[in-house]
């Protein structure tokens, strides 16, 4: 079983998932969806299908000093479909706080194309968000 993360936004949603041990996160896509969730819906229940997801993880932007922004609001909606529909799936929340800055430094690291960004920045943070669940599971099982 896989675990998926997703970066939801308002126009575009980036993907990323485990491989099959759950050792590694990988990005997967970038959805567009320009606000529209039922784009998203049917492309994560196309995901669901091919690689047998249990868990989806979704990072929650909150801000630094650790109040909400307006954005969880939007997302806590976003979650609530997730519930819904995809009811026998783990969904779970992790602060996403410093993905997008994160990624945007991996991209410049790597040299990415400015056009290219856009377009990717979103699956990188997706990237970022399940790692940091993945390293919270880890942390929990040494502390246990």
Known sequence: MRKLGIDYGDSRVGLAITDEL???????????????DKIVLKRLEEICMQYEI??????????????????????????????????KIKIEEIDERLTTVAAHRTMNYLNINKNDKKNIVDTISAVYILETYMNKLKNEKENA
């Not at 954005?71 to 819904?84: A, D, G, N, S």
């Open 54 to 87: 249990d868990t989806m993880v979704v990072g929650i932007p909150i801000n630094m000093n650790g109040t909400k922004t307006e954005r969880v609001e939007v997302t806590e909606k976003f979650i609530h479909k997730l519930k819904c529909k995809f009811n």
């Open 22 to 36: 759950g050792i590694t996160a990988q990005g997967l896509e970038t959805v567009h969806h320009n606000g529209n």
